[in-house]
């Protein structure tokens, strides 16, 4: 499993790494939601559970739970500034197709189902 962050998203998380001493690193995942299907969880790891893919970049642990490896892996992680606003923003080569809104997405073999 490969999960890249970019230099300005992994600046950021290790920011809050150092605001919170307590958590073990990122926890990055999907969850169904939306109208297309699939949205993205982030959040600081606060335990290690059982079937988590895990990855580490510049000392960055990053947490994948089972289930969401398939449609998170090869996703790029950047963390944007534009204007007042700042958002995590993922480049994920699974998508085939997001919402309107940009909140969920679907994959090839979501179509297929």
Known sequence: ?????????L??????????????????GVRRTGCSGWG??????RDAREGDVVSEQAGVRIYVDADSVGLVDGTEIDFLKQGLGEQFVFRNPNVAAACGCGESFTTDADKAA
Do not use: H, K, W
Not at 1 to 9: G, H, N, R
Not at 11 to 16: G, H, P, T, V
């Open 40 to 45: 993205y969880v982030v959040d600081m790891a």
């Open 11 to 28: 600046a950021r998380i290790q920011s809050y790494l150092t605001d919170d001493p307590t958590a073990l690193g990122l926890r990055f």
């Open 1 to 9: 499993m490969t999960i890249q962050l970019a230099p300005a998203a």
